[in-house]
């Protein structure tokens, strides 16, 4: 070992190591900031029981400010005042040298005083935490009561929240009453009124994901046969992100869905549309072909209530099937795709990561999106042909939808033309 070692060790510039720090921060900002134009925005409240989160997220986000500057600032006092100094170091490294033996490389006189216990510094250290934890463990148990309280009435709407692998389902009981089969089933989109609280009923169909829209409110595990209660209000009319939070297999990054906020006249109005069943076509109308190819091709996993019939019992589909032991709603995976009765109505599909129409059509009111939307043909055609290239997923398992090679262009073409008329 030379002098000029330790010193080129001890005597690394400061500044060189603070600049490898920053750079590392300013890489994780710029990396957190990558989101599209619908982040998941836990600050940005848009309903009470996100409000009631961050009432007991920022307090408390502030004490851990500030504990966290005290407990470093005393680690950085402690390293510098206590630090080998370069001149030091370099003194030592000769005497090292010279003597050959590094036992005697500082004198007893120049170690600092060694405490071995400081009963009133241990006393703060345990006792401060200790009341910091049990004041914020009171505001969080008192915030935990307040997420879970429920004042609808029971007769007011409730919604069935059903995961599966990698889209969520949502059963509308407009009655309030989840025992019956449900009014209404849509997909991705959990379409609800402004200002009117929503209890929600999450449970899933395989495996165990987390249902999460962060402006609305905190997340809650949706488990294959159970039920969680929760509860889900907005208090502006708008549309928000949400996403599953817990791992469940190849596409779990991709199972999004959206909270879509209406004004009561409009959920009125969008109500009034999803409870009509379709009409099945005759041959002449538009669409009719694409008709005939979803039911030969499609038909035995996705159902559109009034045309299709999955059960093969000779009955068209309606509500009826998503109760009972053997419904649809029951059913582990095969047979569970979604609902795609009024298709057309949405704006997302595959699990809310494509779009249905241009754009996200975000300048035309959400009922309009039928009318006036400009059909996204080449991504839901595109889907239709191969799922699994467009998305990860199992579909030999039965998880996720299959690809169809066996069908033509024109059919393709024309199957894309019938779900725009699924109103």
């Not at 409240?45 to 408390?60: K, W």
């Not at 910091?132 to 609808?152: G, K, R, Y």
């Not at 595109?382 to 997923?393: D, G, Q, S, V």
Request: hydrophobic share 45%; aromatic share 10%.
């Amino acid at each position: 070992m030379t002098a000029e070692q330790p010193s080129a060790r001890f005597g690394r510039p400061l500044w060189r190591r603070l600049g490898l720090v920053g750079i590392a921060l300013a890489a994780a900002l710029a990396l957190s900031a990558c989101a599209d134009e619908h982040p998941l925005d836990t600050l940005t409240e848009a309903g009470p029981d996100a409000q009631e989160i961050n009432d007991l997220f920022f307090p408390v986000l502030g004490v851990a400010i500030i504990v966290f500057f005290l407990v470093q600032g005393a680690i950085v006092y402690l390293v510098f005042k206590y630090r080998a100094r370069r001149r030091e170091a370099a003194a030592a490294a000769r005497a090292e040298e010279h003597s050959g033996d590094g036992d005697d490389l500082y004198g007893d006189d120049e170690y600092p005083a060694q405490v071995h216990g400081n009963l009133r510094l241990e006393l703060a250290w345990t006792i401060i935490p200790t009341i910091l934890l049990a004041v914020i463990s009171v505001f969080t148990l008192i915030s935990l009561v307040e997420l879970n309280e429920v004042s609808a009435a029971e007769d007011d709407l409730r919604v069935t929240v059903v995961g599966q692998q990698w889209w969520w389902e949502f059963q509308y009981h407009l009655d309030g009453d989840t025992s019956t089969p449900p009014d209404i089933v849509t997909a991705n989109e959990l379409v609800m009124p402004v200002r009117q609280q929503v209890p929600l009923e999450i449970t899933s169909r395989d495996v165990i994901h987390s249902f999460w829209i962060p402006r609305l409110n905190g997340k809650r595990d949706a488990v294959p046969g159970r039920t969680h209660p929760w509860v889900i209000e907005a208090n502006e009319v708008g549309r928000y992100m949400g996403q599953c939070t817990e791992f469940c297999g190849l596409s779990h990054a991709y199972m999004r869905m959206y909270a879509v906020v209406l004004s009561p006249e409009e959920w009125e109005e969008w109500v009034q549309g999803q409870i009509v069943d379709a009409a099945p076509l005759e041959p002449g109308d538009p669409g009719f072909e694409g008709q005939e190819v979803f039911l030969a091709n499609c038909a035995n996993c996705h159902v559109v209530n009034g045309v299709t019939d999955v059960n093969l019992d000779g009955r068209l589909d309606g509500m009826i099937d998503y109760a009972g032991a053997n419904s649809i709603t029951s059913a582990l995976v095969a047979g569970a795709a979604p609902n795609l009765t009024h298709f057309a109505s949405r704006t997302t599909f595959a699990g809310s990561i494509f779009d249905v129409y241009e754009g996200r059509a975000e300048w035309i009111p959400y009922l309009e999106v039928a009318e006036r939307g400009d059909l996204n043909r080449g991504h839901l055609a595109a889907w239709i042909r191969n799922a699994p290239e467009r998305k990860a997923n199992d579909a030999d398992g039965a998880r996720g939808m299959t690809a169809f090679p066996g069908l033509t262009e024109g059919e393709i073409d024309s199957l894309v033309e019938y779900l725009t008329t699924l109103r």
